[in-house]
């Protein structure tokens, strides 16, 4: 009996063997008078060869990508000179004896074959092409091999899997809901969940004690590379912790998963507070593959005449600088590109000194004496060849414009490699943060997060000076995901909703089921979740969470190949209780 055998396996070891192998055309040559193609699967690709006596030879020659074949036939060696040394398979063919065709392609609108930029669009309404491609066949099982990594961990130490459901009441995350009409309760919807949060807190007061699910959540957010509006999480709450020990259980779930996925020890993850997070690199989370911390320099500049810099210093404002390594061999042009680019984050303007062997030029060289820059010098670490760029501002202004420079500069000196992987915990977020637009006051991860020891002395006194027991997971930039220690007291919890202007009908009204929970000795408690679509993307060294979603959404929201969302019949929505009032917009894919 041949055996059956995937196209990545065979090996020059392997000559002499039978063997059946199902694929698709991956590409047909003819040449020399023999047919030759590459059948492609999963694993990999096979080249099978047809002489002209072959009785299938005529019907091989019609043969064209994307068909679908079962060949058996003779594993050979490649005749010497002819190895493909790229491939694995590469020393080997098969010899065909028998050739079915059990279907025909039409002509695919891009080639699977083909390893470069494909029109995004194409990639997405033939989705099933693209995912045949090896790169996408490459990040969806590494993306399995992850979760089932997840799942293990958890499962060795006890944790039990429970699903939630997806029709729920609003539990806010701070995005905006997907809602779902009933039509048994006329007007009225439920809510797709944000997350599981409250429902794996009852969990807690049912007690399970030890809960993870590889949770589907919705968000009806505006989408960018790093966000769609659906996506998984490996969600996690555990009763009777301290925060250390969910830090502790996250961060090995995550070493275990770097090393059985990957291949790759990962250490153990510095941790910093949040303030030091913003000082030290001005962004909550730091991309630690690099050093270039911000320097903080009002004290250099202390006396100075520069208007620029006097007035925010006398107005308790930062001034603060990077260094740029190897930037002082930048023209004035690129230099104003940069400025440019601060200004989009929100820079009013940005000093720049280069450090060149034939000395040094600054775009404020009038007002920045010698003294000054050999200070500036040793606050950045920087030395002759590299650039320095000096922000000042409110202090926030200036820290968060730095930060992302910080990022910026990290990228063009080659400094962000995706095969690094740079973890940390930052903790000891501000338990509030303020809307930069409205002015209003909103919790920095969620409601039912329980301030950190010693702080509920602010709630009515300072309520932004409160810090919460939130902590929040980062890889290279990224936050792969938050978790807190929970409010297990129902008049805290109260006292949180009050806090954030919610009249006490609004409570009963939204939380009221949660409240009374909390009521029946709910357990002290904590968790957190993983984004894992971010985490495989980033594990796959690619840069959007298309390429490790099997069938995402594209940055409008819709899903090309399915051609969602799309009108449904007059009945349906009747039957729902609604009535459209708006058109179909026209191009609005
Ligand atoms: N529910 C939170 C989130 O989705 C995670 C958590 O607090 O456990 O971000």
Redesign the pocket.
């Known amino acids: 009996m041949p055996e059956r055998m995937s196209c990545g396996a065979l090996r020059a070891s392997d000559a002499g063997t039978s063997v059946v192998l199902n694929g698709w055309v991956n590409r047909r040559r003819d040449h020399g008078g023999l047919i030759f193609v590459d059948l492609r699967d999963r694993d990999g690709v096979t080249q099978i060869v047809l002489d002209p006596g072959h009785p299938s030879f005529q019907e091989a020659e019609h043969l064209r990508n994307e068909d679908v074949l079962r060949v058996s036939g003779t594993a050979r060696k490649r005749p010497g000179g002819t190895e493909n040394s790229s491939l694995p398979t590469g020393e080997i063919e098969v010899g065909v004896d028998g050739l079915e065709v059990l279907n025909r392609s039409q002509v695919p609108p891009f080639q699977v074959n083909f390893d470069g930029e494909i029109d995004e669009n194409l990639r997405l309404e033939y989705r099933y092409l693209d995912l045949r491609r090896p790169r996408m066949q490459r990040n969806i099982r590494m993306r399995h091999k992850i979760v089932k990594a997840m799942r293990d961990f958890f499962d060795a130490r006890d944790f039990i899997e429970i699903e939630t459901p997806m029709l729920i009441k609003s539990t806010p995350?701070g995005a905006r809901d997907y809602l779902v009409p009933s039509r048994l309760h006329a007007g009225s919807f439920y809510a797709l969940p944000?997350?599981?949060?409250l429902l794996?807190q009852i969990l807690m007061i049912s007690g399970f004690g030890r809960y993870m699910q590889i949770a589907r959540?919705m968000r009806d957010e505006d989408l960018r590379a790093d966000r769609q509006p659906e996506f998984t999480?490996v969600?996690?709450?555990m009763s009777f912790v301290s925060q250390d020990e969910v830090l502790e259980t996250m961060e090995s779930c995550i070493r275990y998963v770097w090393k059985t996925a990957l291949d790759v020890e990962v250490p153990a993850f510095p941790r910093l507070t949040y303030d030091e997070a913003m000082t030290r690199f001005g962004v909550d989370k730091p991309d630690l593959r690099f050093g270039l911390e911000l320097a903080h320099v009002n004290e250099t500049f202390a006396g100075t005449e520069f208007v620029v810099f006097k007035s925010v210093i006398e107005s308790g404002g930062a001034i603060v600088a990077l260094r740029y390594p190897g930037g002082a061999s930048l023209s004035r042009r690129d230099f104003d590109a940069l400025t440019e680019e601060a200004k989009l984050f929100g820079a009013k303007g940005m000093v720049w000194i280069a450090l060149g062997t034939d000395g040094t030029k600054s775009s404020a060289s009038k007002f920045i004496s010698e003294e000054r820059i050999a200070k500036l010098r040793s606050a950045t670490g920087s030395e002759t060849g590299d650039a320095m760029l000096i922000f000042a501002d409110a202090r926030d202004i200036a820290l968060g414009v730095a930060g992302r420079m910080r990022n910026a500069v990290g990228e063009r000196c080659g400094l962000r490699d995706p095969k690094t992987f740079s973890f940390c915990w930052v903790l000891d977020f501000p338990y509030l943060e303020v809307d930069a637009e409205t002015g209003k006051v909103f919790p920095a991860?969620?409601p039912?997060?329980s301030p950190g020891e010693g702080q509920w002395a602010f709630l009515k006194s300072d309520p932004l000076k409160m810090r919460a027991q939130h902590y929040d997971m980062v890889l290279n930039g990224y936050e792969l995901?938050?978790?807190?220690i929970?409010i297990h007291k129902p008049q805290e919890q109260r006292a949180i909703f009050e806090m954030l202007g919610m009249t006490p009908e609004q409570v009963e009204e939204r939380f009221g089921f949660f409240v009374r929970a909390l009521e029946y000795g709910a357990p002290p408690h904590g968790?957190?979740?993983l984004g894992i679509d971010r985490t495989v993307m980033l594990a796959c060294g690619e840069a959007d969470l298309r390429e490790v979603t099997a069938f995402p959404k594209n940055q409008r929201a819709r899903d090309l190949m399915m051609d969602a969302p799309s009108p449904v019949p007059e009945q349906l929505l009747r039957d729902l209780y609604l009535r459209s009032t708006t058109p179909e917009q026209p191009g609005s894919r």
Do not use: I, N, W, Y
Request: proline share 4%.
């Open positions: 995350e944000q997350s599981p949060q794996k959540c999480q969600d996690v709450e991860h969620h039912f997060t995901g938050s978790g807190s929970r968790g957190m979740a």
